[in-house]
């Protein structure tokens, strides 16, 4: 059931599964302030239906940002995560090089900055993350 659908980012919860999935939004400076609000709509929608299992698609995750801005929104989701009780993200990567290489910089500084109580891992396919995630 779509929980949240804006031009930003959307929200789709399958409560038999507890799987919320979210396209992760494209990163463009002059929309940061947007993605960010989003992005805290998103931590609450995982708070307030208790979400274990959070589904980042970023398959088509276009991204503009500088470096320090990309890591910044990742921290600003990862910080927001650790107040939920959510235990497995999966992400699913960009096809761009370009964007997942950003990325995996990006999750390696949250990594690196921040002491994660949740598993975390990159998927090539939605599919395999959704696998994973099914996994208890």
């Not at 090089?97 to 994660?116: C, D, F, G, I």
């Amino acid at each position: 059931m779509v929980l949240f659908d804006n031009s930003i980012i959307r929200l789709d919860y399958a409560p038999a599964s507890d799987i919320l999935a979210a396209e992760y939004p494209d990163l463009h400076d002059f929309l940061l302030p947007d993605i960010k609000r989003r992005l805290d709509t998103l931590v609450d929608t995982v708070r307030n239906y208790d979400v274990k299992r959070l589904l980042l698609d970023s398959t088509r995750t276009v991204t503009t940002v500088c470096e320090e801005a990309g890591k910044d929104i990742a921290a600003h989701l990862a910080a927001g995560l650790l107040k939920t009780r959510v235990e497995k993200v999966a992400r699913v990567q960009s096809v761009s090089p370009t964007v997942e290489t950003k990325a995996q910089k990006n999750m390696e500084h949250v990594r690196q900055s921040l002491s994660l109580p949740f598993e975390l891992r990159n998927f090539t396919s939605r599919p395999e993350a959704v696998e994973w995630l099914s996994v208890r």
